[in-house]
């Protein structure tokens, strides 16, 4: 009888850690590396939500609090999805887990059973199909490349959905590509699953907050309001307050699956960090002044990016809504050989190349389920990313 559990065969090593070890190495034995793999923020937490962390520590709030968050926080997470979004919700329709990672984790492990369907549009971030198959569930993906501006259409989701489809996971602004769907594009999904009564909405809006010229965020819950009973509107402090370690998600939705979510994580983790959660109540109900001249840092580096990445050959960048992530395709580079005599047959070729002759960090595109391409996180310094652009478009100019 072998040890490891059979669970383990459905699922895969995160494919981007083959190219975090490899970009480790290289700095290890003394390389110039510059990252682009990293998902999070380049800054610390502001101040007063840092400050808010020490009070908890000080006033003594280090003990186990209720399962799934106390209700300081709760009733703050009720706030914001009033003021931000339109909707309302009770405390009893709120769950807090241990990042947004968590509280999605615990929603597929409370409704999947063996075979259940979750349709999953690609490319998408790499935690979903895995979580999925770790649930006994079954990731169903649709494909939304750059033509279609890495969103699905209605048709496409409408020719997903089975009798076994519990959920959609629907991303957006996305990580890896950074595409937003508009308040009219997300009618037209929520409109399919309007005829398919046994299908759910997950919607994680974890880059709500990054998004860029007069793009408007809305979430389907918002948007379909005879959605609400349906829908799961997944959230965290992560991104928007540079908040990755505080480890801080949370979710609302139905109270039944809410309880559900609860009784998975009281037989986990339990309560999140009590101290983060402290941080997470003052990051939501404190001053929100900072997210404005944050959205305007990430967007001058995004059209840096873009403007760089589109000048090199073969690289076709399109222009995101949101997020901190670029994700071009790099057909134009497929079958070439590189200046260090790398054939690039696929984008994993292309990534390890770029690493090992150039020191540019970047997660190829297999990893997010769309090929030939390769996504870049812009959450650095200026300096950094015109450094590592001059280097892609020499990489690239070099591809022969
Ligand atoms: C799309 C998306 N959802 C959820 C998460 C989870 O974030 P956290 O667990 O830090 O809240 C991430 C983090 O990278 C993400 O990119």
Redesign the pocket.
């Known amino acids: 009888m072998p040890f490891l559990s059979a669970t383990l065969d459905r699922v895969k090593p995160s494919p981007t850690i083959a190219v975090t070890t490899r970009a480790q190495e290289l700095k290890a034995m003394g390389r110039d590396v510059i990252g682009l793999g990293a ?2 923020p380049d800054f610390d937490t502001p101040e007063n939500i840092r400050e808010a962390g020490i009070r908890a520590i000080r006033e003594g709030k280090t003990r186990y609090t209720a399962v799934d968050g106390i209700p300081e926080l709760k009733r703050a997470i009720c706030q914001k999805f009033d003021r931000e979004n339109g909707l309302v919700y009770q405390p009893a329709q709120v769950t807090v887990g241990t ?4 509280v ?1 984790y615990n929603a597929l492990m409370a409704t999947l059973n063996l075979g259940d369907e979750v349709i999953i549009p690609a490319p998408y ?1 790499v ?1 979903y199909p895995d979580m999925v198959l770790l649930a006994g569930g079954v990731p169903v993906f649709v494909a939304a490349g750059p033509e279609a501006g890495f969103k699905i259409t209605p048709e496409q989701l409408e020719a997903a959905i089975t009798p076994r489809t519990k959920w959609l996971i629907f ?1 957006s602004p ?2 890896p590509t950074g595409a937003g769907y508009t308040a009219a594009e997300i009618k037209g999904l929520t409109d399919v699953l309007l005829r398919h009564p046994q299908v759910w909405v997950m919607a ?1 809006d ?2 709500e907050h990054l998004v860029f010229d007069d793009f408007r965020f809305a979430t389907p819950a918002q948007v379909e309001p005879a959605l609400y009973e349906r829908t799961l509107t ?1 959230n ?4 928007a307050y540079a908040m ?1 370690g505080w ?3 949370y979710a609302a939705g139905p109270v039944p699956l809410i309880r559900a979510m609860g009784k998975i994580q009281s037989q986990s983790t339990s309560n999140p960090c009590s101290i983060s959660q402290w941080a997470a109540v003052e990051a939501l109900t404190g001053p929100q002044d900072f997210l404005g001249p944050n959205r305007a840092l990430f967007q001058g580096r995004r059209d840096l990016v873009v403007g760089m990445l589109n000048e090199a050959a073969g690289v076709r960048c399109p222009k995101p809504e949101g997020a901190f992530y670029v994700y071009p395709d790099i057909s134009g580079c497929i079958g070439k050989v590189s200046r260090g005599g790398t054939a690039i047959e696929t984008d994993e070729d292309f990534a390890t190349a770029l690493l090992d002759e150039t020191g540019v960090a970047v997660v190829f595109g297999a990893a997010f389920g769309l090929s030939p391409a390769f996504r870049v996180s812009y959450a650095t310094s200026d300096a950094q990313l015109r450094e590592a652009c001059a280097r892609i478009q020499d990489f690239c100019a070099g591809l022969g």
Do not use: A, P
């Open positions: 998902g999070e990042g947004g990672k968590q999605l971030w935690s991303n996305s990580n994680d974890m880059y997944v965290g402090v992560s991104k990755t480890r801080i998600g």
